[in-house]
């Protein structure tokens, strides 16, 4: 079991050359649920939605718990533009972020903001990725980020909408304006298996 403990990570966010969105197949806007599973704590490196935490693995309080994540539209072109303006200024970044609403995340009984979402296909399955300029409490702890941070959900799922995914409470990220996608590369943060996800 996770015992208390506090995370400083610190989001970055590298913004690549502004060019115009790569219009690939999504995934349906809806709502998707999700139950968590194992958590891992601290990000190691790069990662599309798996696990490169350190630490070990704990299955304690954390898991069993239900997510409901509602993506009502995705990131438009426009709304990358104006965060590649903010390229270099996390802070300024962030409060560019802090004005777009995608839709919600529910976690227990709070409910945080997806500021940015993404959705393409990668190979038979499509990932969705929801950006909150919040970070997520960990579920099970009393972890608190300090710092400029934010949460991140990444989801792959098939045509159905059945899947898997990964939670982290807050992580470095970077961001896309050529692909429109946001990308976690870890950092002190917990990660958080997500199991059965399914579209409602």
């Known amino acids: 079991m996770i015992t ?5 990570a610190v989001l970055s966010f590298v913004m690549l050359v502004a060019a115009p969105v790569l219009m690939a197949e999504q995934a349906p806007t809806g709502t998707y649920t999700a139950t968590t599973g194992g958590t891992a704590v601290g990000g190691g490196g790069s990662t599309s939605g798996g696990s490169h935490g350190h630490g070990g693995t704990s299955t304690g309080s954390t898991a069993g718990k239900t997510l409901t994540m509602n993506v009502a539209s995705y990131t438009t072109q426009e709304e990358l533009q104006k965060l590649a303006a903010t390229q270099g200024d996390p802070k300024k970044f962030l409060e560019t972020l802090k004005g777009f609403n995608h839709g919600t995340v529910m976690i227990g009984s709070k409910s ?37 941070a934010a949460g991140y959900i990444r989801l792959t799922v098939d045509d159905a909408g059945a899947g898997t995914g990964m939670l982290y409470t807050s992580t470095q990220v970077v961001v896309s304006t050529i692909s429109g996608d946001f990308t976690a590369k870890g950092g002190a943060s917990t990660a958080t298996q997500l199991t059965a996800v399914a579209r409602q």
């Open 4 to 8: 208390n403990a506090r995370i400083a």
């Open 112 to 148: 945080y903001v997806i500021n940015a979402a993404a959705s393409a296909k990668a190979g038979s399955s499509s990932y969705v990725v929801m950006l909150s300029a919040t970070p997520f409490e960990a579920s099970g702890s009393s972890r608190s980020a300090k710092g400029v």
